[in-house]
């Protein structure tokens, strides 16, 4: 009987001291820290002469007319980022994870270029042997650069979903949003001008440069805005370490995140554009 009791004494005991440890088990904690560094690309917006007017209404170069030049205003840009986040795990769901941090990025979304060339008679070269003819032009080349940049600072969260947290490789994926404030807006307004001369026989050219050339740049600040931001990021995690503690805590993981962004920039309207970023990682868990 006494053993019997002291039996029952030992389970009650080891039944509560497990329930206290379940208790003292977080449902939530955090259990990571991350820095990312990569590149986001996507295409730049092709923004009119009259969007830049509005973006620099105290341009002097955009005050003159330019019907006569052909514009280029499409071409994809490239963003450098970085950031610092923590991760929270879930007692219940320990392959989720849920990533919060904040993120500073560089963007140049709005861009266009406006040329034209203008070709005027300079020589007419007869060949002695052949009297063949060449026609000598004097070119004056004209162009218009339009860019606006800014710095980006997002806040950020993202839901993922790991194949098996505690494997050495891992899959991983999941739903993320961020809220971004643009700020060091700034347009850039350029104008070069260069003489040269063309030399043409048949579909053969050279050309030879003057130094006569002209160059003539103006820069406006505009005011910050917001941009809001969906993406998926989706990749591939390693746990460096395979037997000693602190390197089984460092991962090093690759990610991609495509996304759609919305940004409203108060002098002109709604730009919707659709990015691709590429990221490197380091991940300490604790």
Known sequence: MKKLNLGLAILGVVIFSNSNAQEKTPR???????????????????TSLEDFRKLAPNSILLKEDLPSYNSFGYYNGRGNFSSVQLGLTFKNHPNALLRVGISNMGVSGLQNRFEKQDYFPYD?????????????????????????????IRLDAALIFRTDASARWSLFAGIGASLGVN????????????????????NSYYNGYSNNGSEKTETFTTKNYLTTTAYIPMGVDFRIGKNQAFWKRLHLYYEIKPSISMTQIPALRTITTVNMTQALGLKVSF
């Open 28 to 46: 939530v904690r955090i259990s990571e820290f991350h820095l990312q560094t990569g590149f986001q690309y996507y295409p730049a917006e092709t």
């Open 124 to 152: 007419t070269l007869t060949s002695s042997a052949t009297g063949e003819q060449t026609f000598i032009d004097s070119v004056s080349s004209q162009s218009y650069f339009m860019n606006h940049s800014s710095r980006q």
């Open 183 to 202: 700020y060091n807006a700034t347009t850039y307004i350029s104008y070069y001008r260069n003489n040269y001369i063309n030399n043409q026989n048949g």
